[in-house]
């Protein structure tokens, strides 16, 4: 048996700054690669956390979420349904070919074109919950990469706080290609191109201007996608206090 390790690309986003001089609570919201029941226990963190939004579409999850033994509510909400062959006939052939074949800047603002009622699902659920919640993928880099930034920057997290944080993955790539290659859902012959495993400032960048060129910025980007006005306060208040 190998010996039990943290879940990569696990960290707390907790103490980052907000453009008015303020800085966000710790233990509210965690982002993660994909967990393991063998994992430890971090230390130092509300572990397991109470709610996990599990970002992965159903053919990577398996039957059970890792940690849907330790009594977390697990939620799974799919940000690529629309590049699966059976996904949502509302999205548009010529996004989702963009988000295919386009490299991660394509795929990050496909994201927000396709999965605008998921993204604001997300939002609802941080909002609403008392507890810490995880948001996780299977690398914790691109979908949570995208819903973090919008948590965040709807919190009023500085832009270049998120920025940061986006690229702080890349200090955890080695132990995250090393959980998915000894992950038995993921199908070896489906694996993304490696030029997937960057971590380009550019794409995050990209998605960052849609939200700054918005009216209202993210949180009138988040009305506009559906989110009621309770969510935007909501995420104010946990993420910030």
């Known amino acids: 048996m190998s010996e039990a390790t943290t879940t990569p690309n696990l960290r707390d986003l907790g103490g980052l700054p907000t453009e008015d001089g303020a800085t966000t609570v710790h233990g509210v919201l965690l982002r993660s690669a994909m967990p393991s029941i063998d994992d430890r226990d971090p230390g130092g963190l509300p572990w397991p956390p109470s709610l996990v939004l599990d970002l992965r579409s159903s053919a990577e999850s398996g039957p059970e979420h890792p940690l849907a033994p330790t009594g977390a509510t ?19 052939p010529q996004v989702v070919a963009r988000m295919a074949t386009g490299g991660l800047e394509a795929l990050y603002l496909g994201m927000l074109e396709v999965a605008r009622a998921e993204l604001v699902q997300v939002a609802t659920l941080v909002a609403d919950h008392d507890g810490a919640t995880l948001l996780h993928c299977a690398a914790g880099k691109d979908r949570t990469g995208v819903a973090v930034a919008m948590l965040l920057r709807t919190a009023g997290v500085s832009r270049d706080a998120v920025v940061k944080d986006y690229l702080a993955t890349g200090a955890a790539m080695d132990a995250v290609l090393q959980r998915l290659r000894i992950a038995p859902q993921i ?27 918005h009216p209202g910025g993210t ?10 006005a309770r969510v935007v306060d909501g995420l104010r208040a946990r993420l910030v206090g």
């Not at 799974?76 to 629309?82: D, K, M, N, V």
């Not at 070896?188 to 971590?199: F, G, H, K, T």
């Not at 949180?219 to 009621?228: F, P």
């Open 74 to 92: 697990v939620r799974q909400i799919s940000l690529l349904e629309a590049l699966r062959p059976d996904g949502p006939q509302s999205a548009s």
């Open 187 to 213: 199908d070896p012959s489906r694996r993304a191109p490696s030029s997937y495993l960057a971590i380009p400032q550019d794409a995050i960048d990209a998605v960052l201007d849609v939200w700054d060129a």
């Open 219 to 228: 949180a009138g980007w988040l009305y506009d996608a559906g989110a009621a």
